[in-house]
C-alpha cells in the first residue's frame, strides 16, 4: 500500500501532485500495529471477492483477552465489551439511565468526568430484550470517527451489556484545518481517477487517533459507477495526507439528520396482487440437485423450472391509475444501478413470468424482501426498518453492471442484486442474506460490524433461518446446511455451509465471508435447539445491541443475553450458552434458574380469608412434566396449606402472559379436573377446590401456554377462602335449641363461608348444594316451623332441605327454594337435619339466622288437625297437614272467620279457600264458628 502527500502549494483543478512517503514496506509494518476493523470490509456480501486494488485499507492490530466477563484492550487496559452486567438505573428516561450508569462507570471504561458531555445520544432503541442507548464521541464538536458507547438496559431497568469504541487518545487541543472540504474531495477524486457520475457525495471532519500522527481528517464518502463503488476516504486536514480509501458497503451512518419539509403527495392505492417466484429456490422446492433441467442455462426456462414456481400474493402493491408497480411499504423497486432495466410496472396485478423474463427476479426479490420484513415487524414485532428513507425496503434487482455479486449499501440503505451465473435475484437465500446486511445496519442505528466476518454469518443465519424452515430437507441431507443452494453449489461458486466445522477463535483465517461460517453456524444449531422463533427474536434483539467494532464472541454474548432478558426458559439458556460454548466462545455464566423451578423448591403462600396476591414470573424457569395443557417449558411451583376442606386458587396473568394452573395433592400427583386455561393473555385462572384435608400440603404449578415468549413473564397468585364451618358436614350438624311456642326467642347464627359441598350430594332438591351447612334438631311437638332470617351477604337466596335419619342414611323430608319459613309435621323426639345453601355453584359468604318454633294443640271442642277437602266450614283452630297433600280442594271460610297463615306454599286465600296439589301449610281460623 501506498500513502500519498498533497502538496497544497500545487492545487490546480483536479491536477494535483502527490508524494510517496514511505515504502510498501513500512506500509505494511504500520497497517500490522493499526487498529483491526477500525473500518469495515465491503459487504458484497453473498460471494467473496478480492479487494479493489484502488482499495488502501488501514487496518490496526490489537489484542484482546476476556477478564470477569468483559473483553479488554490489551494495550489500553480498557474494554470493549462488557458482558452479563447487572448494574441497577432508576432515571426517568433511557439516556438519563444510561448517563447514570456513566457516571459510575467512566474511569472503568477509560472516560474522564469531564468528557462525559462529548458524549452525544446517536440513537435511543427499545426492543423486547430492553433499550440501547447509542452515544456518539465528540471532541470540541467533532465526532470521532467510528467511536461510540452502545449501553443496553434491561426491561427491569439493569444495565446488562456495554459495547465500547470509545478512543482514549485524543488529543484536547485540536490543529486547525488547512484543507478544505472541496480540497479533500479533489484528493479522493484524482485517486480513484473517476470518470463516471458522482452521487452521495458528502464530506465533514472527523477526529482519528492513528499512530500518533494527525487526527483530523476529512471523511469523504461517494458513490460512482467508474470505477464502480461506494468510497469512503479520510484526508488529513491538515497535511492532505490520503490516509485510507475503501470500496465499503457498509459504513457508518451519521446520526441525526433532519428530514427536509417535502410537498404533500397524495398516496397511491395499495392491492395485492399475484406472482410467480421460487421459494425458496428450484432446487429446494423439487429436492434435487444442480443439473439436466435444473440448470442456469444462460436464463432457460426449463420445464423443470417453470414447473418449480409457486403461486404467491404480492401484497400491497402500488397502484396509480391502472399501473401496478412492485413498490410497498415493506419492499420498493429502484432502479439505481447499472445496468438499467426500469422497474417493470405494467397494467395487470398478475405478475406471472419465466425466469427468461427479467421481471421474473424482480417480482421474486419483491416478495421475499416483502415478506421477511412482515415477519421481522408484524409477526416478530421487532421494529427493524431502513433510517436511510421512508418506506420499504430500496431494491435494484439487476445492478452490479451484471457482475456475479450482489451488495447492501449503507450509504443508501439499498440492495442490489448481480446477474452472474445464476440471476442473484433467483435465490431466496441471497435475498435474504443482503436483508441481513440491511437488519445487521439498521438495527444498529449504522453501527453494522465485519470483525470476523460477524455481518457476514447474520446474512447467512437469516438466509438459512427462513429456507430451513419451510422444511425441504431433512437434516440427514446435505442440503439442509447449505446456502445460497440454487446460486452456489455448482459450476459458478462453492457456497457456503453452516455446518462449518472450525471453531472460535482458532479456526478464524482472516477472510470474513469464510469466518462468518462460524457464526452462523452456532446460531443455527440454536435454531435447531430452542426453534425458528425464539433464535429469530433472540438473534436480531441481540446483535441491536452491539456495536461497529463487535466481534463474533461478543455477539454470542449479546444474543444469550437478549434471551436472559426475554425470559428465555431455563433449558432453552442452557442449550444456548453449550451450545456457544463449544463453539469456543468465551461466555458469561449461566444465570441461576428460578428458585421455584421444580415442586421439591415450591414457594410457600398462604390461604387467606380474601385474594391477597403473590407476585411471580416463569422467567429462567423449566419443563418440570408434561403439561396439561399448552406447552409446559416454564412451570413453576408453589404451595400452600389447607386451612380448612375448600380453597379458590386464582392466577392473573400481567399483560400478554397466558396463565395455565393445575393443583397436585403431592408432587407428581394432579387433582383430577384442576388444569385450568379459560381466559387468554392477560386473564385470571380460577379453581375452586373442594374435599381438601385441612392442614394439608398442596401444591399449584403456573406457567405461560404457548411455547413462544411472551413480552412480559410475570404474573400473580393468590389461594384463599375461610376455613370450613364446623357444620359443613351432616356430622358436625349444629344443634337447634326448639322454642316451645310459636315465636322465635331461640335463634341460631349461621354462615356459609367456607362451606364446600358434603360428601352426600344428592342433589335432590333445586339449586346447587356446593356450600351447604347443617343443622339439627328434636322434635317436642307433633308441629314446628323453622324460620330463616336476618339473611346478609352475596346473596339472599338460600335454599334449604329437611332429612330425618341419621347421618349415614337421611330420608328427605321436605324441599324448600327461596323460602323464609316452612311448617313440619314431625314425630316427637325424632332428629330432624335442616341443610342450607346457596342457589348457585359460586361459593357465598352469606350470613343468616334460624330458628324452631313449635305450636301447642288447639283446644277443644274446635281442634282440628287436619283441613279436610270437602267444601265444609272450618271451625276456630290452629289446622295442620299432617303430610303432603296429594289432591287439590277447597274449604268454606267462616264469614266471620279470620285466617292466619304461620306457613305454607301452593295455597290462594280467596273466597274460597284453595288448597293445590303438594301443599304443606299451618294455618290459624279464628274465631271457632261450627
Same mark, same amino acid.
Given at each position: 500500500?501506498d500513502l500519498?502527500l ?22 505494511v509494518l ?31 492490530s490489537e ?7 468483559m473483553r ?7 474494554p ?14 433511557p ?14 471504561l ?16 427499545e ?14 464538536n ?8 452502545a449501553?443496553?438496559?434491561s426491561p427491569d431497568?439493569f ?6 469504541s ?23 477524486f ?20 492513528y ?20 468510497w ?27 428530514p ?5 403527495v ?8 399475484t ?13 434435487t ?12 426456462a ?11 400474493i ?9 399501473t ?18 426500469g422497474s417493470f410496472s ?24 416483502d ?17 436511510q ?6 431494491f ?7 457482475a ?36 445487521h ?10 470483525v470476523?466476518?460477524l ?27 447449505w ?12 457456497g457456503?455451509?453452516?455446518n462449518?466445522?472450525?471453531a ?25 435447539a430452542?426453534?425458528k ?7 436480531w ?10 466481534n463474533?464472541?461478543d ?10 432478558n ?6 432453552d439458556l ?10 469456543g ?7 441461576s434458574?428460578?428458585p +421455584? #423451578? =421444580? $415442586?421439591?423448591? &415450591? ?11 403473590t407476585a411471580? !414470573? %416463569? ?48 408432587c ?33 404449578r ?18 384463599y ?5 364446623p +357444620? #359443613? =358436614? $351432616?356430622a358436625? &350438624?349444629?344443634v ?8 322465635c326467642n331461640?335463634? !341460631? %347464627? ?12 344428592d342433589?335432590l ?9 347443617w ?12 324460620t ?7 346473596t ?21 327454594d ?13 332428629t330432624?337435619?335442616?341443610?342450607v ?8 359468604n ?7 318454633s313449635?305450636f ?13 277437602l270437602?267444601d ?6 290452629t ?32 273466597a274460597?279457600f ?11 281460623i ?5
Open positions: 500500500m500519498f498533497l502538496n497544497l502549494s500545487d492545487i490546480s483543478g483536479r491536477q494535483h501532485l502527490y508524494e510517496q512517503t514511505m515504502t510498501r514496506r513500512v506500509e504500520l497497517i500490522l500495529l493499526s487498529l483491526l476493523c477500525v473500518l469495515n470490509n465491503s459487504a458484497k456480501a453473498q460471494k467473496p471477492s478480492s479487494s479493489s486494488h484502488l482499495e488502501r485499507k488501514l487496518i490496526r489484542s484482546f483477552q476476556i477478564q470477569s466477563n479488554i484492550n490489551t494495550a489500553s487496559g480498557y470493549v465489551a462488557m458482558y452479563n452486567q447487572r448494574v441497577k438505573v432508576d432515571a426517568p428516561t439516556e438519563a439511565m444510561a448517563r447514570q450508569y456513566l457516571m459510575t462507570a467512566a474511569a472503568q477509560g472516560i474522564d468526568q469531564q468528557n462525559l458531555a462529548e458524549l452525544h445520544v446517536s440513537m435511543v432503541r426492543s423486547q430484550a430492553g433499550t440501547t442507548v447509542r452515544l456518539r464521541q465528540f471532541r470540541q467533532i465526532p470521532v470517527y467510528r467511536a461510540e458507547l449501553i443496553t438496559i431497568q444495565v446488562t451489556f456495554v459495547s465500547s470509545y478512543q482514549h487518545q485524543i488529543k484536547p487541543n485540536l490543529d486547525i484545518p488547512q484543507l478544505s472540504a472541496v480540497e479533500a474531495q479533489e484528493v479522493v484524482n485517486y480513484l481517477d473517476v470518470k463516471g457520475e458522482v452521487t452521495d457525495l458528502k464530506t465533514e471532519l472527523v477526529l482519528l487517533d499512530l500518533k500522527s494527525e487526527q483530523m481528517y476529512h471523511k469523504v464518502n461517494l458513490t460512482t459507477n467508474d470505477p464502480m463503488g461506494h469512503e476516504a479520510l484526508v488529513g486536514a491538515v497535511s492532505g495526507r490520503l490516509l485510507t480509501v475503501e470500496d465499503r458497503a457498509c459504513y457508518h451512518h451519521d446520526h441525526g439528520d433532519t427536509k419539509d417535502q410537498e404533500f397524495k398516496p397511491p392505492m395499495l392491492i395485492n396482487g406472482g410467480y417466484v421460487f421459494d425458496p429456490d428450484p432446487l429446494s422446492t423439487a429436492r440437485s444442480y443439473g439436466g433441467g435444473y440448470v442456469d442455462g444462460n436464463d432457460a426449463t420445464s423443470e423450472l417453470n414447473a418449480a414456481r409457486s403461486t404467491v404480492l401484497k400491497d402493491l402500488t397502484l396509480v391509475g391502472s401496478y408497480t412492485l413498490v410497498g411499504p415493506y419492499a420498493a423497486i429502484d432502479e439505481f444501478e447499472f445496468p438499467n432495466k405494467q397494467a395487470s396485478s398478475a405478475f406471472n413470468f419465466t425466469r427468461q423474463s427479467d421481471a421474473f427476479e424482480a417480482v421474486n426479490v419483491y416478495y421475499h424482501l415478506a421477511s420484513m412482515r415477519y421481522i415487524n408484524e409477526t416478530l414485532d421487532l421494529g427493524i426498518m431502513p433510517y428513507y421512508s418506506g420499504g425496503v430500496k435494484d434487482p439487476h445492478g452490479l453492471s451484471g456475479d455479486n450482489s451488495h447492501y449499501i449503507i450509504s443508501s440503505g439499498k440492495l442490489a442484486f448481480g446477474e452472474g451465473g445464476v440471476d442473484d435475484g433467483e435465490d431466496s437465500d441471497i435475498v435474504h442474506h443482503e436483508l441481513g446486511h440491511g437488519l445496519d439498521w438495527v444498529t442505528g449504522g453501527s453494522l460490524s465485519q470476523e466476518g455481518s457476514e454469518g447474520c446474512g447467512d443465519y437469516w438466509a438459512v433461518s427462513y429456507n430451513r424452515s419451510l422444511g425441504h430437507w431433512d437434516s440427514s441431507d446435505a442440503e439442509y446446511n446456502v445460497f443452494t440454487w446460486d452456489g453449489h455448482n459450476e459458478f461458486w462453492g457456503r455451509v453452516v462449518y466445522g472450525a472460535y477463535p482458532g479456526g478464524l483465517v482472516n477472510q470474513v465471508h469464510t469466518d462468518g461460517q462460524i457464526w452462523s453456524t452456532a446460531m443455527m444449531k440454536v435454531w435447531d430452542i426453534g422463533t425464539k433464535a429469530d427474536k433472540a438473534f434483539n441481540g446483535i441491536g445491541m452491539t456495536g461497529s467494532t463487535s463474533q464472541n455477539a454470542a454474548n449479546v444474543v444469550f443475553q437478549a434471551a436472559i426475554m425470559g428465555y426458559n431455563y433449558n442452557v442449550s444456548m450458552r453449550n451450545i456457544f460454548v463449544s463453539t466462545y468465551n461466555m458469561a455464566a449461566l444465570p434458574p428460578a +421455584n #423451578d =421444580e $415442586c421439591a423448591t &415450591a414457594i410457600a403462600i398462604t390461604q387467606t380469608t380474601a385474594c391477597t396476591s411471580g !414470573t %416463569s422467567q429462567l424457569a423449566s419443563k418440570s412434566l408434561t403439561a396439561c395443557v399448552g406447552t409446559a417449558d416454564d412451570d413453576v411451583w408453589y404451595k400452600f396449606v389447607a386451612t380448612g376442606s375448600s380453597a379458590t386458587v386464582a392466577v392473573t396473568g400481567n399483560n400478554d402472559y397466558d396463565p395455565v394452573l393445575e393443583l397436585f395433592s403431592a407428581g400427583m394432579a387433582i383430577g379436573g384442576s388444569c385450568t386455561n379459560n381466559n387468554g393473555p392477560g386473564g385470571t385462572e380460577t379453581y375452586q377446590a373442594s374435599q381438601l384435608t385441612p392442614s394439608n400440603t398442596y401444591y399449584i403456573v406457567y405461560h401456554f404457548s411455547d413462544q415468549v411472551p413480552d412480559d413473564w410475570t404474573f400473580n397468585i393468590c389461594v377462602g375461610m376455613p370450613a364451618p +357444620n #359443613d =358436614e $351432616c358436625g &350438624a349444629v337447634l335449641s326448639v322454642n316451645s311456642d310459636a315465636n331461640l335463634t !341460631t %347464627s349461621g354462615s356459609l363461608a367456607g362451606a364446600t359441598a358434603s360428601q352426600n350430594q342433589n332438591c333445586s339449586g346447587q348444594e356446593s356450600d351447604d351447612v343443622f339439627a334438631f328434636t322434635a317436642t311437638s307433633s308441629v314446628h316451623e323453622v330463616l332470617s336476618n339473611i346478609q351477604g352475596g339472599s337466596a338460600l335454599y334449604w332441605s329437611v332429612w330425618k335419619g341419621n347421618c349415614s342414611a337421611l330420608t328427605l323430608v321436605s324441599c324448600q327461596d323460602a323464609m319459613n316452612e311448617g313440619l309435621s314431625t314425630m316427637v323426639d325424632s330432624y337435619f335442616i341443610r345453601y346457596s342457589s348457585s355453584l359460586s361459593q357465598e352469606t350470613t343468616f339466622d334460624i330458628c324452631v313449635s301447642p294443640e288447639p283446644p277443644l271442642p274446635c281442634a282440628e288437625n287436619m283441613i279436610a270437602d265444609q266450614y272450618l271451625p276456630q283452630g289446622y295442620h297437614a299432617i303430610q303432603q297433600v296429594e289432591t287439590s280442594g277447597e274449604v268454606i271460610l267462616p264469614g266471620s272467620g279470620n285466617v292466619l297463615f304461620k306457613s305454607g306454599s301452593n295455597i290462594d286465600l280467596n274460597l284453595e288448597v293445590r296439589a303438594g301443599a304443606i301449610f299451618t294455618v290459624d279464628q274465631p271457632c264458628d261450627p
